[in-house]
């Protein structure tokens, strides 16, 4: 059986990982590290600085569960951005201080259009303010119409861009993509989202999986991303450097010849 490796990235930009610092462990149902034969899920471990680290978690061969951010390499104090995933997509996003949900929280419908439908407001553990989907969406129309009356954009007016020497954006995410052999030898494709946004500094920043496929897919999704920080130049809006999200699909495909 041959192979073939066929990779797409499509462009559609809308509007963070050092390898060294990671370890994987193979769990069961009950939680018991085993071999990966007789796993049911990966837990991903990042160590993203000295003060903070992420634990990813995965079906075994299939999409990320949750991503929650600790203070503390056992994961037992939450404090930072959490995510959870359904079928591989997001449908709860938020952030935690010391273990006690703070600040806002947005809720997702899993399915391919991910649409927000309620905005939480926490501050230490307690929920202070709710919007649903409705409320959201007359807030943004006013906002879009104050904007109108006043005669001033709110959109960017230079995006954010990818400047190298070598290459262009497309050229680049070519020439530096691997499909990962764990990947190739289960046969696992699909396409993953990343979000991300390139900060005023022109840093890549805040970079997440929106839609997951499997471990080393994303993994790879995200080491691609991060190894562009660096040769970006930030957005300008009224004649000033503004963040900017981006929103980058890869697609992974194997085409199999018997």
């Known amino acids: 059986m041959k192979k073939i490796i066929l990779f797409q990235i499509v462009f559609l930009f809308q509007f963070c990982i050092a390898q060294e610092n990671e370890t994987v462990t193979y769990v069961n149902k009950k939680g018991e590290e085993v071999k990966e034969k007789k796993a049911v899920f990966l837990i991903q471990k990042l160590k993203l600085n000295n003060k903070l680290w992420e634990f990813n978690t995965y079906e075994i061969f299939g999409p990320m569960l949750t991503s929650i951010q600790t203070k503390d390499e056992t994961g037992s104090i939450k404090n930072g951005v959490y995510i959870s995933y359904t079928t591989g997509i997001i449908d709860t996003i938020g952030y935690f201080k010391n273990n006690q949900k703070d600040s806002t929280w947005r809720i997702f419908t899993h399915n391919v259009n ?13 929920l202070i303010s709710e919007k649903d989907s409705t409320e959201i969406n007359k807030q943004r129309d006013h906002f879009l119409d104050s904007i109108k009356a006043n005669k001033t954009s709110a959109s960017v007016e230079i995006e954010s861009s990818y ?19 764990r990947a190739i030898n289960k046969e696992i494709q699909g396409k993953i989202i990343i979000e991300f946004i390139v900060n005023k500094e022109g840093k890549i920043e805040n970079a997440i999986v929106e839609k997951s496929v499997e471990y080393s897919l994303d993994t790879e999704s995200l080491r691609i991303i991060h190894k562009s920080d660096g040769d970006w130049i930030a957005a300008v809006q009224n004649g000033r450097n503004v963040k900017s999200y981006k929103r980058q699909p890869f697609e992974f495909r194997l085409q199999i010849q018997k």
């Open 114 to 126: 991910n649409a927000l439908v309620k905005e939480l407001e926490y501050k230490n553990d307690k």
């Open 163 to 181: 400047i190298s020497k070598d290459s262009g954006w497309s050229k680049f995410l070519i020439k530096n993509f691997r499909y990962p052999d």
